[in-house]
């Protein structure tokens, strides 16, 4: 299964996922994946690891095809991140799979 498929999976069972990311470990909420300026990507909720950018919890685009040991981790997603709507990423990505 692609990378992409596993992203998809994983929102779609409602998972959290870990991987690395610019060589940092970042473990994701993932709220959706499809395509944004002709690249793959995921927006999700990043809410423990690793960050270049910014404090954690908070809201990060990953490029899809520089994520590395990508796994889904089974812990069911119970609530909804901060400022999270359905449909929204829709406004400026053609979303594929959604939370």
């Known amino acids: 299964m692609s990378r992409y498929g596993a992203i998809c999976d994983a929102i779609n069972e ?3 996922v870990e991987f ?8 994701v909420i993932p709220a959706h994946v499809g395509v944004l300026n002709g690249e793959h990507t995921l927006v999700g909720y990043q809410v423990d690891g690793e ?9 990060r ?9 990508f796994n889904v981790l089974e812990w069911p997603i119970e609530f909804f991140p ?18």
Request: net charge positive; charged share 20%.
């Open 14 to 16: 409602g998972w959290f």
């Open 20 to 27: 690395l990311y610019d060589g940092l470990v970042r473990v």
């Open 51 to 59: 960050s270049n950018h910014g404090n954690i919890p908070d809201w």
């Open 61 to 69: 685009y990953f490029h899809v095809g520089k994520i590395r040991n």
């Open 82 to 99: 901060t400022g999270y709507k359905r449909g929204a990423g829709r406004l400026h990505m053609s979303v594929c799979c959604e939370l």
